[in-house]
Nanobody
Framework: QVHLAESGGGSVQTGGSLRLSCVASGSTENTRFMGWFRQAPGKQREAIASIAVSDSDTYYPDAVKGQGRFTISLDNAKKTLYLQINAMKPEDTAMYYC???????????????????WGQGTQVTVSS
């Protein structure tokens, strides 16, 4: 079983930056993909970015890629996933979750239901 623990959230002003971290522990050897998702109050959980554990290839949904504000990265030695968020906006306010899966995802890479392990989340609040 994979355990995930996020950190790094907090309150920032518009235009600020944050780097979120997610430490993985447990039976991580079969993990193929890790990702970041977020969920704002009253909204569905949405994918922010995913990364392949084997080669660190990164994947961003079109809505995120066009913004150029989010960067996902992975330190395999530390078993730590990161999400850098720059030029933050009030609409970035949400709970941010780290997720992992041993599955081959293909086009389903941004589907939350394909990820089998989730962290508790870290709250990000952006004030104007």
């Amino acid at each position: 079983q994979v355990h995930l623990a996020e950190s790094g959230g907090g309150s920032v002003q518009t235009g600020g930056s944050l780097r979120l971290s997610c430490v993985a522990s447990g039976s991580t050897e079969n993990t193929r993909f890790m990702g970041w998702f977020r969920q704002a109050p009253g909204k569905q959980r949405e994918a922010i970015a995913s990364i392949a554990v084997s080669d660190s290839d990164t994947y961003y949904p079109d809505a995120v890629k066009g913004q150029g504000r989010f960067t996902i990265s992975l330190d395999n030695a530390k078993k730590t996933l990161y999400l850098q968020i720059n030029a933050m906006k009030p609409e970035d306010t949400a709970m941010y979750y780290c997720a992992a899966t041993p599955r081959f995802l293909g086009i389903r890479i941004f589907n939350a239901d394909q990820y089998t392990a989730w962290g508790q989340g870290t709250q990000v609040t952006v004030s104007s």
